[in-house]
């Protein structure tokens, strides 16, 4: 029973970051109907940007965290500018190609500037856990759930209350309508893009002091953002929510009740499963996509 | 419909004495450049190419992007090293599997059906999806099998590597069976492959099962209404285009004589999709020539430029082609041609 709790709260603080890669990468899907390969490399871009801003250039730790999901906002409006925008008429599997061919380039470049050897980031919080009855918990990692809570009700409050939001919406929806009704689809989709990759450098940022930075932690997290958006339904911003912490809650207590050297695999194999059973996710979108 | 049938047709010389010429010349250049570096090279990127053409009957003809095709390569390399090392592991009730080491051309069959009878399942699996979930589903696949053959020690040594595997045994002229250790041996050995997996997918794509599988990428509902049985074909151009990775891998396996479980790494799919894309997908030569391209351009660049750099020229190169040249080189070329011709 300890140990369950212990489990549930550690898969509560990775379902939180889980969900902000999940919903950058529904919500990218979902407007723009693309599959986002450099989700991944967004991630480990706002790490890197953390672990410089924090180590390299001794700024605070909570500007630097601000800092580096401001720059992978900044480097998300740059890549929709460059290459999503002028591939718009094209197919979704060109689109792809061009986006796993930009994750190379970022992935690449990163190992090229950062090198190969693991970054530490410092953190001004205290090592020591806290304990609250047979539960214990690193302050560091309260802290990473507390600012991811707080950036997904600050996202679900932008879209729900903002005209920004609505426009959003509207363009998902049905993009032609929302263009007839004055709606700039252009910006939405590049504030869309920008967005997403900005919540996934801030859950680098968030997660980096947690692990260690490297060039290829993105890899696993990307894909990990495709399973936790294929578990909730591709497009759906509750079932990306969901599936977030369904992924966290599963990796948690397979890793810990079956096996810990498969704790990885066991999203990759929900994703399958659920693909097989039920490829419309466990929450499947309102509006038909795809 | 894409050009790769109709360049066949005009003139003999265009379909048939120019690709056997090419294939001569290849075979020459053990001899004439004798040098083991460039050897390597070659019978390398020639491996990349078998699985660039496997992979091009599924991208280039049914049109299903997979991206797990490392998948089936890495599943090549284990089957047939695995067979012709033996092994012997626990399969629960307390009881044990053992396989005594097999010759080499028996650990080659089994990369064939171990990899063939994974893309049956994954056609079986993945054709229920489309689009980017039949995408992100081979994605994971090869994830997964990545993972088991990083934790499964007892049978594939994880990270520790499976090492020792013999090198391919074959008849060879003057010298009856013998192990091939040298490196003009694989090469031609690599290169009698290329060209049997080039065939193969040409008669393949030539015959009923490829206007089939034509007419299923340009309009499946259409297809399915004249009587196409799409699952089917599509199931059994998913256990050729397996079976044949699979072959790539087991020559790759036996090549390097060590495999470790980064055989099943992404960017392997990647370098054999961007080999299909550049070249042009749905063109017969179309792999051929981007995996020439691409199996030749980290030498080229080796000296002048660190790897990471060398894949920063990779993801470039593949977006410049994806958003100037989209279907590849091979069709420019043939459309260029006509033209003058015209």
């Given at each position: 029973m300890d140990q369950t709790l212990q489990h549930l709260v550690n898969g509560t603080v990775l379902g939180g970051t889980y969900a902000l890669l999940g919903i950058g990468l529904t919500l990218v899907f979902g407007i723009m109907r693309v599959v986002n390969f450099t989700h991944g490399e967004l991630y480990t871009f706002g790490a890197y940007m953390a672990y410089a801003l924090v180590a390299l250039l001794q700024l605070d730790f909570i500007l630097s965290l601000v800092l580096a999901t401001v720059l992978g906002i900044g480097l998300g409006a740059a890549i929709e500018l460059l290459l999503l925008r002028p591939m718009r008429r094209a197919d979704i599997d060109s689109v792809m190609l061009v986006m796993i061919g930009a994750a190379l380039v970022l992935q690449n470049a990163e190992m090229w500037a950062w090198g190969g050897v693991a970054k530490l980031i410092p953190n001004p919080f205290p090592g020591e856990p806290l304990v609250l009855g047979p539960v214990s918990?690193?302050?560091?990692?309260?802290?990473?759930?507390?600012?991811?809570?707080?950036?997904?009700?600050?996202?679900w409050l932008l879209l729900d209350r903002t005209r920004f939001g609505v426009a959003m919406r509207a363009t998902f929806q049905d993009p032609e309508t929302a263009a007839l009704m004055g709606v700039r689809i252009g910006w939405v989709n590049t504030a869309t893009f920008a967005l997403g990759s900005g919540l996934a450098a801030a859950a680098g940022a968030l997660l980096g002091p947690v692990f260690i930075v490297s060039p290829t932690m993105g890899d696993l997290v990307g894909l990990k953002a495709f399973a936790i958006v294929i578990l909730g339904g591709l497009g759906s911003l509750p079932g990306a929510t969901i599936g977030g912490f369904a992924l966290g809650y599963v990796e948690e207590f397979a890793g810990g009740f079956v096996s810990t050297e498969y704790r990885d695999a066991f999203g990759f194999l929900l994703i399958i499963l659920v693909l097989a059973l039920r490829p419309q996710g466990l929450v499947p979108a309102k509006e038909r996509i795809g | 419909m894409s050009g790769g049938e109709s360049a066949n047709r005009p003139g003999q010389f265009m379909g048939y004495a120019l690709p056997w010429g090419f294939v001569a010349l290849l075979a020459l250049v053990p001899v004439v450049f004798p040098d083991p570096y460039l050897l390597a090279v070659l019978t390398s990127a020639g491996i990349f190419i078998i699985g660039?053409?496997?992979?091009?009957?599924?991208?280039?003809?049914?049109?299903?992007?997979?991206?797990?095709?490392?998948?089936?390569?890495?599943?090549?390399?284990?089957?047939?090293?695995?067979?012709?090392?033996?092994?012997?592991?626990?399969?629960?009730?307390?009881?044990?599997?053992?396989?005594?080491?097999?010759?080499?051309?028996?650990?080659?069959?089994?990369?064939?059906?171990?990899?063939?009878?994974?893309g049956w399942l994954l056609g079986r699996l993945a054709f229920r999806v489309r689009g980017a979930f039949f995408v992100i589903l081979t994605v994971c696949f090869a994830q997964v099998l990545r993972m088991v053959a990083l934790n499964w020690v007892e049978l594939t040594q994880g990270p520790m590597a499976l090492i020792g595997i013999p090198g391919f045994a074959l008849w060879w002229p003057g010298e009856g069976v013998v192990e091939l250790t040298r490196k003009d041996q694989n090469y031609w050995l690599v290169l009698a492959v290329t060209v049997l997996a080039f065939l193969l997918v040409r008669q393949l794509v030539q015959s009923r099962f490829g206007r089939a599988m034509v007419a299923l990428r340009a309009n499946e509902s259409l297809a399915r209404s004249v009587g196409i049985r799409v699952t089917h074909y599509l199931t059994v151009a998913a256990v050729i285009s397996a079976g044949i990775a699979g072959a790539a891998g087991s020559l790759f396996a036996h090549y390097t004589r060590i495999i470790d479980p980064d055989v099943f790494l992404f960017i392997y799919?990647?370098?054999?999709?961007?080999?299909?894309?550049?070249?042009?997908?749905?063109?017969?030569?179309?792999?051929?020539?981007?995996?020439?391209?691409?199996?030749?351009?980290?030498?080229?660049?080796r000296g002048t430029a660190p790897p990471e750099v060398q894949w920063v020229i990779y993801g470039a190169a593949m977006i410049l082609f994806v958003m100037f040249l989209p279907r590849g080189i091979v069709p420019a070329l043939q459309a260029l041609l006509r033209r003058r011709a015209a």
């Open positions: 918990v690193l302050p560091l990692r309260l802290f990473v759930l507390a600012v991811a809570a707080a950036l997904l009700l600050g996202f | 660039a053409i496997s992979l091009n009957l599924l991208l280039g003809y049914t049109g299903q992007l997979s991206l797990g095709h490392v998948a089936f390569f890495g599943l090549g390399a284990y089957a047939s090293a695995l067979a012709t090392l033996g092994f012997d592991i626990a399969i629960g009730f307390g009881l044990r599997l053992q396989v005594a080491p097999q010759p080499v051309w028996v650990g080659f069959l089994a990369a064939i059906l171990v990899a063939g009878g994974f799919t990647v370098t054999m999709v961007i080999m299909v894309v550049t070249g042009g997908k749905g063109t017969l030569w179309g792999p051929v020539v981007g995996g020439f391209i691409f199996g030749l351009m980290p030498d080229l660049l």
